[in-house]
């Protein structure tokens, strides 16, 4: 196999891929909770993606890229066979729970709650807990059940999966943060609640978790640009300290998370990333 050589490929919605690579070097240092750096060419941009799978012994990391802009398009363009110019990694602190002993690992009781193309990352980090002896539930929330993922994998490494739907076409109609709360007051107990998804998501699953005393970790990967700090794109107060999501985080206490400041950051190049999706539009019909 060559370097960073695409071995299978996805499309788990219209508009979100889902991709084998191979990276020995890689897989064989990945931990839940971190992320790589991908460019798809020479001159492409630097995509942060967190790790959604890892098999040591076949030597491969599996990414999933949601169709956002013009990289994550030249991303999701390549096809089986074909190479990433580079894949990065792993970066980031692992999951907090990857230092669990046995013991602890045996008394705790997860209920992660997963938005959209957040659903996979939540993957590795259920599978791996679950494996060890955790109790896991997991939530996965979409706007409707053409935009649901991951539904037979996650059922397979947790205890119990509900699945939401914001118009109701499959399963429990409403938000993920209701079901939450039907969860909880239906009597179930949980020691953590880690949320990853839409940073709106992420924030009112966190004003709920608060609301029912239940503490909350949150994945911010998506400020990232450079992944090692140095650009400071990924700046985001925490606890009312300037943190950095790439090499601090990603994943950060939501009660201390200031999710409004992330939001109005994360909005700040929209129109820039229109346009690029636009030329590479242009481009791509040109090259044809």
Not at 184 to 211: H, N, Q
Request: charged fraction near 25%; glycine fraction near 10%.
């Amino acid at each position: 196999m060559k370097k960073f050589e695409i071995l299978t490929k996805e499309m788990l919605t219209p508009a979100i891929c889902r991709m084998k690579v191979s990276a020995p070097l890689l897989a064989a240092s990945a931990l839940p909770g971190q992320f790589l750096m991908v460019r798809a060419d020479e001159k492409g941009e630097r995509v942060p993606l967190t790790i959604s799978d890892y098999d040591r012994r076949e030597g491969s990391v599996t990414i999933v890229t949601q169709y956002i802009g013009a990289s994550s398009a030249a991303i999701i363009g390549k096809e089986v066979g074909e190479c990433f110019a580079d894949v990065a990694g792993p970066l980031g602190v692992p999951s907090e729970f990857v230092n669990m002993d046995a013991g602890q690992l045996a008394s705790q009781s997860y209920i992660f709650i997963a938005g959209g193309v957040g659903t996979a990352p939540v993957y590795p980090q259920a599978k791996w807990l679950h494996e060890r002896g955790a109790k896991v539930d997991v939530i996965i929330g979409a706007k409707t059940a053409d935009l649901l993922i991951y539904k037979e994998e996650m059922a397979a490494v947790c205890d119990n999966l509900f699945i939401c739907t914001d118009d109701g076409s499959e399963g429990f109609h409403g938000l993920v943060t209701a079901m939450l709360e039907k969860l909880v007051g239906e009597g179930r107990k949980y020691t953590m609640a880690v949320a990853i998804g839409p940073m709106i998501m992420m924030k009112f699953s966190t004003l709920t978790a608060k609301k029912l005393g239940l503490p909350i970790t949150v994945s911010l990967n998506t400020l990232m640009v450079d992944g090692t700090g140095m650009c400071g794109a990924c700046r985001v107060s925490v606890g009312g300290k300037t943190r950095f999501a790439c090499v601090e985080g990603p994943e950060f206490d939501g009660y201390l998370v200031d999710f409004d400041e992330a939001m109005r950051r994360q909005g700040q190049y929209r129109s820039e990333e229109k346009q690029a999706l636009e030329d590479h539009r242009c481009k791509i019909g040109r090259d044809r």
